[in-house]
Structure formats: structure tokens, C-alpha cells
Nanobody, 128 residues
């Protein structure tokens, strides 16, 4: 059974940090690029950060560049999103998703419609 399970969300004060984890099972992560997406209430889902499986090239949205870092540990079938200098506007449900290497390139990593598998999401709330 294919699964992506996110964890690490919570409530944090502005300026704080969180590390999200995404554990994959039921498929070989070596052949999938991974993206972190988020959706805030009343807003569309947006790509936050993605990592290309073939090259380890990364994508960051302008809103998180310099504050968030994506990494992967294929031996643990886990992808991480280290989030720092958090702002209230980072509040959202964060999802990880996996896209087969044949479906995405570095240029298309932020395109959520190309992702095959999705996790259930983890809530991140940044509030004082």
C-alpha cells in the first residue's frame, strides 16, 4: 500500500522553527521527486519546496527562499522540510507529494497536478 505520512507540524511563535518529515512506504523513493505543498484557509494550494530525485536540484517558492530547506534520506525513505524564521503567513496545512521521475523535470517540479501520491497533511500554525 502506497503511503506518505507527514509529521512535525504544530504551533510555533513567529521567528521559530519546525522540521516536517514525510515518510514514504509502499514504493521506492529512489524513483520519485518529492514536493512540499501548503494550503491555507481560503487560498489555493501552492508549492513550497521540491527536490528532484535525479539531480537533487531544488525548488523554493519566493516566499520561503532562504528560510526553508528541503532534504531527503532515501535510506530512511524520508524527506524533510526544515522551516525557520517562521511567519504568521506560513500558517497552513502542509502536504508532501511524490512524482515519478518520468513525470517531472526541474522546471515542472512546482506543478502539483504532476504528483502521483499525496500525504494527509500536517497543520502548521505560526502565532504569538
Amino acid at each position: 500500500q502506497v503511503q506518505l505520512v507527514e509529521s512535525g507540524g504544530g504551533v510555533v511563535q513567529p521567528g521559530g522553527s519546525l522540521r516536517l518529515s514525510c515518510v514514504a512506504s509502499g514504493f521506492n523513493l529512489d524513483y520519485y521527486s518529492i514536493g512540499w505543498f501548503r494550503q491555507a484557509p481560503g487560498k489555493e494550494r501552492e508549492a513550497v519546496s521540491c527536490i528532484n530525485v535525479m539531480t537533487d536540484s531544488t525548488y523554493y517558492s519566493d516566499s520561503v527562499k532562504g528560510r526553508f530547506t528541503i532534504s531527503r534520506d532515501n535510506a530512511k525513505s524520508t524527506v524533510y522540510l526544515q522551516m525557520g524564521s517562521l511567519k504568521p503567513e506560513d500558517t497552513a496545512v502542509y502536504y508532501c507529494a511524490a512524482a515519478h521521475i518520468t513525470r517531472v523535470t526541474l522546471a515542472t517540479l512546482p506543478n502539483s497536478s504532476l504528483y502521483d501520491y499525496w500525504g494527509q497533511g500536517t497543520q502548521v500554525t505560526v502565532s504569538s
